[in-house]
């Protein structure tokens, strides 16, 4: 058990660029979150994955966020056409559909929209 | 939607006191609650967590209470450390087949002077 691991750690970027993070959970997990914290608040939740079936989106998910999980495996966040508003750390989560279900979290990937 | 009460906002006892940090919850569907620790620049660590078919749990120096008919449940941590010194959240989710996303309390920060 390797942990939830996410790259990159840190991502600067100009308004208006598109980035991409990735979660690798840990391997035979099959449900994945993301979730999205600004400072000095809780993680909100955006949107998860059971295997490679996206099964609910946040309000908070607007047209210009798209996560995948092509192969049930890592996951992959997009983010088009940044804005200062989405500067904030987001967090990957994994579980295993068992009787207890504990949501292990990665170290996040910092966003900062300059 | 569900949504959590986290407090106090920040808290600060000497070390080998006790802290306690109480959260209430909106949805009384959910049925489990998580306890998790954040450390500067790190993910979200489980640190105990509680289903609605339990009164309290207990591991080691860290328990909670839940409190169904309130919809409320707390954190209590005996002989603090300064290593316990963090950002604790709360959170809430209903059951998996729901599936099982978590909504937090607003953290707090707890500070433990030697």
């Known amino acids: 058990d390797t942990g939830v691991s996410q790259n990159p750690r840190h991502k600067i970027t100009k308004r208006g660029q598109n980035v991409t993070f990735r979660c690798d959970p840990i391997?035979?997990?099959?449900?994945l979150y993301w979730y999205r914290q600004t400072l000095g608040q809780g993680p909100e939740f955006l949107t998860y994955?059971?295997?490679?079936?996206?099964?609910?989106k946040s309000r908070l998910l607007s047209d210009r966020f798209s996560a995948e999980r092509p192969k049930g495996s890592f996951s992959t966040l997009e983010i088009q056409r940044t804005e200062q508003g989405d500067s904030a750390m987001y967090l990957c989560?994994?579980?295993?559909?068992?009787?207890?279900?504990?949501?292990?979290f990665g170290p996040g990937t910092r966003l900062l929209v300059l | 939607g569900e949504n959590v009460e986290q407090h106090p906002s920040t808290l600060s006892v000497q070390e080998g006191d006790s802290a306690v940090i109480k959260c209430t919850y909106s949805?009384?569907?959910?049925?489990?609650f998580p306890w998790y620790k954040q450390e500067l620049g790190k993910g979200p660590q489980l640190i105990i967590d509680?289903?609605?078919?339990?009164g309290e749990k207990k591991d080691q120096r860290i328990a909670v209470t839940l409190n169904k008919t309130a919809k409320h449940f707390s954190l209590h941590i005996t002989e603090t450390q300064p290593e316990d010194s963090a950002v604790y959240f709360c959170?809430?989710?209903?059951?998996?087949?729901?599936?099982?996303?978590?909504?937090f309390g607003g953290g707090t920060r707890l500070m433990v002077k030697p």
């Open positions: 989560a994994s579980s295993l559909m068992d009787k207890r279900e504990t949501q292990y």
């Open positions: 391997s035979e997990h099959n449900r």
């Open positions: 994955f059971q295997n490679e079936a996206q099964l609910e």
């Open positions: 949805d009384s569907a959910s049925n489990y």
């Open positions: 509680i289903r609605s078919n339990v």
């Open positions: 959170a809430a989710s209903k059951p998996r087949n729901a599936g099982n996303m978590l909504t």
